[in-house]
């Protein structure tokens, strides 16, 4: 499974765009790259998921260069209440063994008034 | 859709007693679950991965005799802390994927926090 490397913390402005980077510098040609949400005694909240290129929901948008070993999770104009710890992920999409969800350390996203 | 509950939420036992935590994917089935802890300020470190109807996979480290798995349906999966310790106490975390789903289609219960005294 490809490690993953995101900053430990990152603080905020309400209203600003906060835009957190993974590297993934072992990706394998069958991982998709994975961003979780969780609030503090709450299970992970799925948020956005890609493969390559730019993928937009209507939370948050994700940036995957050509190379895919980073990815990067864009969130718009940000509240107080998305102050919370944002997990990546890569792993197989096939739903093998490859496909379990191993949670590196995270960022701790501290959203400020 | 794609709702999994955790029961009970929330739990403190004496040490030595054992304690059950059930897993259930509300409107979908599991093929197969996860199961999660989550120490204070610590990510998630998954534990064991369960299908249904066959004995569960432990991760390096965690002993099954110990975190006892039992995936008896494709919408319901139990976990058991036997002989609780006050170092077994954690956030637990369930984790269920539909059949034929891939990392997206990986839906989380809301935890179970367990307190030994």
């Known amino acids: 499974l490809a490690k993953t490397t995101q900053p430990i913390s990152m603080d905020s402005y309400e209203g600003q765009e906060v835009n957190i980077t993974c590297s993934h510098n072992?990706?394998?040609?069958?991982?998709?790259i994975t961003w979780y949400q969780q609030f503090p005694s709450q299970g992970p909240r799925f948020i956005i998921q890609g493969y390559k290129t730019k993928v937009t929901n209507e939370v948050a948008s994700l940036f995957i260069p050509a190379d895919r070993k980073s990815s990067t999770l864009s969130l718009p104009r940000v509240s107080l209440s998305d102050t919370a710890v944002y997990y990546c992920?890569?792993?197989?999409?096939?739903?093998?063994?490859?496909?379990?969800?191993?949670f590196g350390k995270g960022t701790k996203l501290s959203v400020k008034p | 859709g794609a709702v999994v509950s955790q029961h009970p939420s929330r739990v403190i036992c004496k040490s030595g007693t054992s304690v059950k935590i059930e897993c259930r994917s509300l409107d979908f089935q599991a093929t197969t679950m996860f199961w999660y802890r989550q120490f204070p300020k610590q990510s998630l470190m998954l534990m064991a991965t369960s299908n249904e109807g066959s004995k569960a996979t432990y991760e390096q480290g965690v002993e099954k005799d110990k975190f006892l798995i039992n995936h008896a349906s494709l919408t319901l999966s139990t976990l058991t802390v036997t002989s609780a310790h006050p170092e077994d106490s954690s956030f637990y975390i369930c984790?269920?994927?539909?059949?034929?789903?891939?990392?997206?289609?990986?839906?989380f219960g809301p935890g179970t926090r367990l307190t030994v005294l």
């Open positions: 992920l890569v792993g197989d999409h096939s739903g093998g063994s490859q496909g379990n969800l191993i």
């Open positions: 984790s269920a994927r539909a059949v034929a789903g891939g990392l997206h289609e990986q839906f």
């Open positions: 072992n990706i394998a040609t069958n991982d998709y």
